[in-house]
């Protein structure tokens, strides 16, 4: 049984990529017995597959009517079905809602897509660029006069899809441990991407958001709101918002002129940008660490990937780990009396699948005929 708050809780996750493995991985940190059901002959279980860590592998041939009904019996016992394929492929594969409900009313059945199960776009293909070009986000981001930029795939995938799905199963797991009946929730990547974007929607309407990008306090428009190049090529950034913060900005890096008193006069703010682009490239990224990091300026040095494992406040939180020689995070959040971890390496495609049907009730006899049905 796993450590974490979620122990006890058995999940059964449909295998897919990116923001439906790394929900999985979620619940797996936290203690959850997530079982991946994968389709058998693929391929797969590298240790650089992070969002696998923690769960076990069962590799099941689903058009073969004996496979259907092992998923069917698998997810009797699960409290969370989690899945990620286009709407009516599960339906298709004879495992949709009203199927699994029937066999297991207090299922949580989690559905995760980019558009939603409805909507006239629910049935066609897309990628996160796409779900966050609908909402708003991807217009947002970017420099003045130029085209948006995609925030990696964060804001849509991982954000708006799995942070979304995983919160909106947990509801209604404690829902159905509290009335006996579960229910279906649809996570589709523009409704939560949307849901992230809600100050900025108030923003807009209260008049305080401007629609072109890079022109607005936390789009890189002000001057203390923002990344600069240093003497050295490399980057830091400044999140100096509130007066008393940026009172100690103006101290540290010298901005004594009055003209930095109009810290929100927005028609000033292109011509205190170039100041203070000047003013940081007269020192290298470990000079203005010297100078500023650890103070109330709002700071920090833009590390790449590599870099973030070795700075000391990632080290001593242990927020970046090394497993099998692989640098990731570590569990998050952290709970005080029910410490989640990393709970076990990558499994490959099929490795548990004799070990978890045994674990959950399937007989010697059961398993060898679904091998001799070439099932499994």
Request: with cysteine; aromatic share 8%; hydrophobic share 40%.
């Amino acid at each position: 049984m796993g450590s974490g708050p979620l122990s006890g809780i058995k999940v059964v996750e449909f295998a897919g990529i990116g923001p439906g493995p790394f929900c999985g991985m979620l619940l797996a940190d936290m203690g959850a017995e997530v079982v991946r059901i994968d389709r058998k002959g693929t391929r797969g279980g590298s240790k650089f597959d992070i969002a696998s860590r923690g769960k076990r592998s069962i590799a099941l041939d689903l058009k073969k009517p004996e496979a259907v009904e092992t998923a069917l019996k698998l997810i009797e016992k699960a409290d969370i079905l989690q899945e990620g394929f286009r709407p009516g492929v599960m339906e298709r594969l004879g495992l949709g809602p009203d199927v699994c409900l029937k066999r297991n009313p207090k299922l949580v059945y989690g559905r995760m897509t980019g558009w939603g199960q409805t909507g006239p776009l629910a049935p066609t293909a897309g990628h996160d660029i796409n779900y966050i070009s609908l909402t708003g986000a991807l217009h947002a981001i970017g420099r003045p006069g130029e085209k948006p930029v995609p925030p990696l795939n964060l804001v849509g995938d991982f954000g708006g899809g799995a942070l979304y799905l995983a919160m909106g199963m947990l509801a209604a797991l404690v829902e159905a441990n509290r009335t006996g009946k579960g229910q279906v929730v649809d996570a589709a990547m523009t409704d939560g991407a949307t849901s992230l974007m809600a100050m900025f929607y108030g923003f807009t309407a209260s008049g305080m958001w401007q629609e072109p990008h890079g022109t607005n306090m936390l789009d890189g428009g002000a001057h203390f709101y923002d990344t600069y190049e240093t003497k050295d090529g490399k980057w830091i950034s400044i999140g100096s918002i509130e007066p008393q913060f940026y009172a100690i900005l103006r101290e540290k890096a010298g901005l004594t002129d009055a003209i930095w008193d109009a810290q929100m006069d927005r028609a000033k703010w292109p011509e205190l940008k170039a100041k203070i682009e000047a003013v940081f490239k007269t020192k290298t990224r470990d000079e203005w660490c010297a100078i500023m990091e650890g103070t109330d300026i709002c700071f920090a040095p833009v590390l790449s990937i590599t870099e973030a494992k070795d700075h000391p406040h990632n080290k001593a939180r242990e927020t970046i780990v090394v497993v099998d020689g692989v640098a990731q995070p570590n569990i998050a959040p952290r709970f005080s009396r029910t410490p989640s971890k990393i709970q076990g390496p990558v499994p490959q495609v099929g490795e548990n699948t004799v070990e978890v049907l045994k674990g959950w009730g399937f007989s010697d006899g059961d398993v060898e005929g679904l091998k001799k049905a070439e099932a499994i």
